[in-house]
């Protein structure tokens, strides 16, 4: 089974846009991935708010900070 993520985020941020569009590939090839906007966590802001896009795994919570390519993604999702 493929890992899940969440991809942390807010409503306004163009680079977590950019970041969604290179996940797609790993979606569409299985990735279960979780939206999840940080002003709904608690303490999200002040532990995310300048660190945005965020990818975390939520088996072992391991997080990619952005900027992050494909390249970085797949060796993420392997590592550990």
Excluded: N
């Amino acid at each position: 089974m493929a890992p899940h993520c969440q991809l942390l985020v807010t409503e306004a941020c163009s680079l977590c846009r950019d970041a969604e569009a290179v996940l797609v590939p790993f979606i569409e090839h299985g990735l279960l991935v979780e939206r999840v906007d940080i002003v709904t966590l608690d303490k999200g802001v002040a532990r995310y708010g300048l660190r945005i896009p965020v990818l975390r795994l939520i088996a072992d919570g391991r997080e990619l900070d952005w900027p992050f390519d494909s390249q970085q993604v797949a060796a993420f999702l392997t590592a550990g």
